[in-house]
Structure formats: structure tokens, C-alpha cells
């Protein structure tokens, strides 16, 4: 080999020491680089193993294409090329079968480009067969034409190219590239720390009928690139693609970063996302892009947290005859221009941008959309949400063109929304004409279902125009008096046809009748004609108000003022608030309900098989024995609505038996803990559920006589711990919001039986008996969780007294043991759960009633004095409380 050109290849170092030739030799042309000169070289062509070579380049060579590893009818794994310095006149690839009819994988090859090393085209596997392209990384420092991760095969997978500071890329960066008989390119890489790349970074490419998903791109540090995408394809889809543009990386100036990208074909663009951060420059951004096809652009992500974009952003965008829908962009910050959650041809539906900062610079040119279809499309349920950010453009000394929830050249523009917040106590700047919908039409709807929703006070911009409903969130700050939105249009405000309501947050003071709030104010006036119609206003989920609306000062301001609508049915009073409660306010209410069954189901357990349990395990030699007993079922109570419950019960302790001249007393402490969960439904298909669990102490006495007679009681004290969560409420939007709470409170109770045991004959015994069970529950005080909530509830104590008559009838089967049957009526004379909340009391979920319950159980007796007995038995309930409770009790006698 020529002293200018050295390569080793340490697996092969033994041959080369014996004089074997590694391959053919012959002349080539070098390229030229940036500041070099046509230089003709001679060296060998390299590619004579398969796996586990080591190729190391430090001068310059003129190789035809210099192979890591190569084979004609196995797989290439694990081969390596570092390039150290000097210039290399065309390809190098990690790993490579140039046979169509090889089907092995090329994986897990490798090539290294230092600092100042020049190369041409790089490709870090390779196959023209039907094999795996997997895992084959590049990294560069270098000078390059072109660098591909992996390419062809039947997949493309998990390649990786990684560009550092001071990279001179001239041609494009692929992490992966699909051949036509690849079927997936997915979950390749590139990493650009820096460097300058004259043409594309591509995550996974196919110009074919593949699917490109998961593939990554990161440009950060100082990197210089023209285009950036995070996949690209034609006939398959192009989904779950990611780019991240950070550091100070700058875009050219007629560069584009996409997310996923389709230039034409038939494929869909889905679920594709692009986040902007630091102090990035680029041009246009867009999550999800069709130049020209048929697939629909759906569902991709765009996030801007900091940084310039110089040109328009999109989440989603075609030029195609596709649908484009539900694609998203979120401001956080930045400069940036106009902004477009969807734009498209065809019908443009349910996209969204939402602005939570940043600066816009576009001067009367620049405008918001959430939809905008650019031909006969529909632009529908769009959504644009204001939460801050500067629309004043100091440069330009201009307003902005315009916030619209859906925009359409030709088409309509229904059911979109506005919805303007503030952020951190930071309202929004801007003076703008806010539009629900928008045609170049005039003949086509731009008005129906279009909501315009403003979360703040005292704000001002020019006009809003084009909205059927009106919703006005006050904050919590909100002062009778003050207004909500004030308007400057010199042609004045027209509101005719729409429709207006007010909410507040739950955490805000109850209204008194009379309150005024002025919801517009413009001074060239304010057109409100009978067609305007006025609804409530809700506060959190929980109570209403009637309202009347009245054009004040000359026609220039229309006022809000709060009704005295007294009380309604099961609803109490006003409390002065001038406002009732809503029907969904009892679904907070029912976690009360379904802790009271919980622990009255605790009762059940100690009362019945826990003493009888304790009778038996004492005995009567007047030492104390350890007994225990547990049950649990599935229960559905009838509450004025209905309450699931799914529960376990556990009592442990400790009994002791003396006799006396009436028979034997036994007695003893107990400790007891029982869990559950709960499942409640209103009628209005409210849904809330949650868990409850308590635990605590108490004791227990019981007396046997002789002639059959008996008398229990048991006293119980401890804590209760209940919470609740609910995702069906509806909120002072309109929309359901998630509401919950934690609650905690003491709970005590107590029982008192009668009963008298008969046998009637030498096998068969009746059991008669009579219960009364008290229950109290503990009040609480808990704040309602959720977006716009807040209102308190004050829950009242909840007690419950229940009697219960009943009977069983038992067979002893000698020494297999004795099987029982029973029935019982039980009727709660309470049990209602109570509460407040701003004054007002919610409607009251009740256990009271009847209920009948049946019991067959069975117990296993043990041999000797000595043993385990186990008992099984079952409960059927019927009535106001429905289901199935089960025991399974063990007591051991020694």
C-alpha cells in the first residue's frame, strides 16, 4: 500500500503480515474539498469480512468505496471505519450487502469522522436485499457530502447519526432511509450539536409505500441548517415523528422545521410534534405538513417555548385535498408572526392553539387562527385559548389583524371557540376585532355555535363580532360594579342573536341579590335587541343564579344584576345570596352516604359474628381467648339517586367468659378496620367515585342464660377517612371539569340485642333476635378541588339508627358441623347525608328505609376441644340496600 493511503484492519492484521491481498487495487479521481485541489491517489479497495472489523484511515485515500464489512450471503454486524484525518474520495459505509438475494440484517456498524477529517458520502448501513437495517450510528466532527444512518432493506430501524461542533455538512443527513421494498423506517436519530448543514436533516425518509414513525430529530448548540423533518414519506403514513430545534440553532432563511412531512402521495400525517426552545431562530414551523396528496393531516403537535420564528407557524398544514384536524400549537413564549392551529384546502376541524406568552411582530398583517381553510372547506369546532402575550406591535406602531376561531375563504365557520384568560394575574395585551367565524362568503354561516369565553375583567380591544354565546367567567377578585370587556369600534358593538352567560369561580364570595356587573361597555354604542337571550349564572359546580340584563347609559353599557330567585324544591333557602343550588351539587354529597353504609356495615360485622365469634372462642374457664371475624360484599344502596359500595370489614380481639347464676357473661375489647370503595350515580349520568376507610376501637359484652335467653351491646369509637373524585361535573364553562376532595372525621357508635335461642328438637335450633344499631358520623369542612371550583362544603354529622328483627334456624350434622338459614327485616330510621355550600343546602342522598335480607351459611367444626372451626355464610339483601355480603370466619379453640 502507498504511504499516503494506510488503512488497517486489526481483524485481518495476521493476513496482511503474510502477504495476503486484501482486494483489488486501482486508480481514482479524489474529490475536491473546500479549499483543496484535485488530487489523483491510488489504494485498495476494503471489504473482505462480514463482522468484527476495525478499519482505521489517517491519510488520504482515493478508494472506489471503502467498506467497514461486506458479504455476499450472511449478515454485516459490528464492523467500524474511524476516519482520523486526511480526505476520502467517495463512499464510505459501515456495513453493506450489495446482493438483492442476501435476506440477512446489516446491524450495530459503526463509523467515526474526527475533527478535520473530509469525506464524501457516508452511510452507516446499508443492504440492496431484503434484510434489517438496525443500529448502525455515524458520528462526525468532519467534512461531509452526505450521511445516511441506515438505508434499504425490508426495515430501517434505530440508526443513528450524530453531528458535532464544527461539522461542514454539504448534502443532506438522513437517521434512516427506506428503499421500495421497505415497509417501516422508525425510531432512527439524528443528534446536530453544532455545524453547519447546507441541505435537509431528515429523521426517517421513504419516497415509497412505508410507514415512517418515531423517528428524532435534534438540532441544538450552534447548528446552521437550511431544513429540518422529522420524518418524510409519500404513500405510507408519517406518524409520531419528533424534532426539537434548541441552543442557538438558526434556520436559513427560506428553511422550514416540519414534524412529519409528505411532498406527494396518498399517506396520512399524524401525531407528529416539533418543539421550539431556548433561543433557537427558524423560518416557518409545522407539526404536521402535505404538499400535495390526498392524506389527511391529523392530530400533530407544535410547542414554542422560547426562541424567533421569522415566518408563519403551523400545527397542521395541507396543500393536499386531505382533511386537516385536531392538530395543536402551544405558546409559551418567543417572537414570532401568525399562527395557525390547522390550514388546508379541504374542511379544517377541531384544531387548537393556545398562548400563554411571548411577543407577536406581524403588525395589521399578522392574525390567530385556530382554523383557517383556504378554499370551500368548513373551518369547525377550532379552538383558540388567550392565556398572555403582547399583540401589540411597538415596531410597526400597529393593532393586529385579528383572533378567529375558524376562518374560511369560501366555506363556513361554525361551532369554534375564543376563550380569553389570564395568566399568573397577567392579562393578555392586545387590540385586535376578536371573530367566532369568518367567510369571504356572505352567504355561508360564520355564527352558529361559535362561543366566545372571557376569564377575566377590565379588559379592552376593539370589537368582537360573529359569536353565539357570550360566556363570562368573573375571578375570584370580581367587584359589583366593575366591567368585564370593554370595546373602541367606532361603528359600535351588535350582539343581536346571541346569547349570554355568566359564571364564577367556586372560590369566590356568594352573590347577594342586586349585585351589578357590566359585561360590555362601548361608547359608540351597543346593539342588544329582544333576539339577545340571557341565561344563568353558575358558580363552580354548584349553585345558580337568575339574572336580568339592561342596556345602561344611553345604550353605551349592558349590566348583568343578580335575581332573588328564592328557594327550590329540596334545595333550602337563599341565605341572602339571591342563588340555589344545582342538581349535580348532591353528587359531592353521596360519598357521606356511601361512608355512613361502610361503617354501618362495620357494625353489622362486630354485632353479629364478631361477638358470636367471641362467645365461642372464650369458652367459660374464665381466660381470655383471641377472636376475630370479617365480611365483605358488594351493596347497592338507594340514596334518592344510587350508590355502589364494594367493602371489607375486619374486627380483632380479645374475649373472656365468666359464668354466673343466670348463665355466662363474656366481654372484651376489639379493634376493628374496614376499607371500601364507592361508585355513585345521579340521574342526570353525574358519576363519582371514590374510597373510604375506617378504623378504631371499642368493647362488647354479652349474656347467655340458661333458659336461652340473651343480651349483647358493644360500644365503638374511631376515625373515618373518605375521598371523591368525579370527572362528570359540569363547570361554570359549560364543559365537564374534574371536581374532588378529601375528607376526615371521627366516628362512634353503639348496639343493643335481644334474643332467645330454642331447640326444638335434638338437631334443630331457632335463633329469635332484635337489634337496634346507632352510627354517628363526624361533620366536615372540605373544599371542592378542580378548575374553577372551590366552594366549600360544609357537611353536616350523619347518624343513622337502624332496628332489626329477625330469625335463624339451625342443624347440627353432629361432628361435620351445623348449617343454618335466615331471614331478617331492617328499616333505617335516618341515615341522611346534609351539607351547605355558599349558604345554600344541596339536595340530601338518604339510606333511610326498608330492606329484607336472607342468609344460609354453614359452619365446619373441629375435632376435639381443641381445633379451627370455619364458618361460610352468605347474605342476601332486597329493598333499600341490595346485594351480597359474605363471611369467612376462622375460630380457634384451645
Known sequence: MRKNGRILNKKILNALLAGAMLSSCNYNTAWANSGGTLVELKDCYIGNSSSGSDVVIDENNSSTSIYGGTDATNAVTDNTVTVVAGAVAKDITGGIIETSANDNDVKNNSISIEQGAEVRYIKGGLTTGSGVVEANTVTIAGIAAGITGGDGGSSVRKNKVVIERDSDIRGPVYGGKGAAGSKVVEENEIVCNGGKIVSDLCGGNSDYDAL???????????????????????????????????????????????????????????????????????????????????????????????????????????????VVEENRVIINAGTLKSVYGGYGKSNVNNNYVEINGGSFTSGEYGSIYGGYSTSNGDATGNTLVINGGNFIDGDWGKVWGGFYGGYSKNGSATGNSVTIASRDGVDPLFDTVIYGGFSGNADKDVFSGNTLNIHTKNLTTVNVKNFEYYNFYLPEDISAGETVLTLTDKSGTDLS?????????????????????????????????????????????????????????????????????????????????????????????????????????????????????????????????????????????????????????????????????????????????????????????????????????????????????????????????????????????????????????????????????????????????????????????????????????????????????????????????????????????????????????????SIKGSSGMFEIGYVLKADGENGTDIELGLQNWLGKKQGVTASVNVVFKF
Do not use: C
Open 497 to 845: 342573536g346571541s346569547k349570554i352567560n355568566v359564571g364564577v369561580v367556586g372560590s369566590a364570595p356568594a352573590l347577594q341579590a342586586g349585585d351589578k356587573i357590566y359585561l360590555f361597555a362601548n361608547k359608540n354604542g351597543i346593539k342588544a335587541d329582544a333576539s339577545l337571550t340571557y341565561g344563568k349564572i353558575q358558580q363552580g359546580v354548584s349553585v345558580i343564579y337568575d339574572f336580568g340584563a339592561l342596556l345602561e347609559d344611553d345604550g353605551k353599557k349592558l349590566s348583568a344584576t343578580v335575581n332573588s330567585i328564592g328557594s327550590t324544591d329540596g334545595t333550602g333557602g337563599t341565605g341572602g345570596t339571591g342563588g340555589k343550588v344545582t342538581e349535580q351539587s348532591k353528587s359531592p354529597v353521596e360519598t357521606r352516604a356511601a361512608a355512613a353504609a361502610v361503617v354501618n356495615s362495620g357494625a353489622d360485622n362486630v354485632s353479629g359474628t364478631g361477638i358470636a365469634n367471641a362467645v365461642q372462642a372464650a369458652g367459660g374457664n374464665g381466660q381470655a381467648e383471641m377472636f376475630g371475624a370479617s365480611s365483605g360484599g358488594n351493596m347497592r344502596y338507594k340514596s334518592g339517586s344510587y350508590t355502589d359500595v364494594h367493602g371489607y370489614n375486619l374486627a380483632l380481639g380479645a374475649a373472656k367468659a365468666v359464668k354466673n347464676n343466670a348463665g355466662k357473661l363474656t366481654y372484651g375489647p376489639f379493634a376493628e378496620y374496614g376499607w371500601g370503595n364507592y361508585t355513585s350515580h345521579l340521574d342526570s349520568g353525574v358519576r363519582s367515585d371514590g374510597n373510604t376507610k375506617y378504623y378504631g376501637v371499642g368493647a362488647f359484652v354479652r349474656q347467655d342464660n340458661n333458659n336461652g335467653f340473651y343480651y349483647d351491646g358493644s360500644l365503638r369509637y374511631g376515625r373515618l377517612e373518605s375521598d371523591y373524585r368525579s370527572g362528570d361535573m359540569i363547570g361554570a364553562d359549560g364543559n365537564k371539569v374534574y371536581s374532588s376532595y378529601d375528607s376526615s372525621s371521627s366516628y362512634y357508635g353503639a348496639h343493643l340485642g335481644v334474643g332467645k335461642v330454642s331447640s326444638l328438637d335434638e338437631k334443630v335450633r331457632s335463633d329469635i333476635y332484635l337489634k337496634v344499631l346507632y352510627n354517628h358520623q363526624g361533620s366536615d369542612s372540605v373544599a371542592l378541588g378542580g378548575k374553577g371550583n372551590g366552594e366549600v362544603y360544609e357537611f353536616d354529622a350523619v347518624d343513622s339508627t337502624r332496628a332489626r328483627v329477625g330469625g335463624r334456624l339451625s342443624k347440627d350434622f353432629g361432628k361435620h358441623g351445623t348449617g343454618y338459614v335466615g331471614m331478617a327485616y331492617e328499616y333505617e330510621f335516618d341515615g341522611t347525608a346534609r351539607a351547605t355550600v355558599k349558604w345554600l343546602s344541596t339536595p340530601s342522598p
Open 212 to 322: 415512517v414513525q418515531k423517528n428524532i430529530v435534534t438540532a441544538t448548540g450552534d447548528t446552521k441548517v437550511n431544513y429540518i423533518y422529522g420524518g418524510s414519506g409519500a404513500n405510507g403514513s408519517v406518524t409520531a415523528n419528533q424534532v426539537i430545534v434548541g441552543g442557538n440553532a438558526v434556520l436559513a432563511q427560506m428553511g422550514r422545521v416540519i414534524g412529519g412531512y409528505i411532498e406527494a402521495g396518498s399517506g396520512d400525517v399524524t401525531e407528529n410534534t416539533v418543539t421550539i426552545t431556548e433561543n433557537a431562530s427558524v423560518q416557518m414551523v409545522i407539526g404536521g405538513f402535505i404538499d400535495n396528496g390526498a392524506g389527511a393531516v391529523r392530530r400533530n403537535v407544535l410547542t414554542f417555548n422560547s426562541g424567533t420564528a421569522n415566518a408563519n407557524i403551523y400545527g397542521g398544514y395541507s396543500k393536499g385535498s386531505g
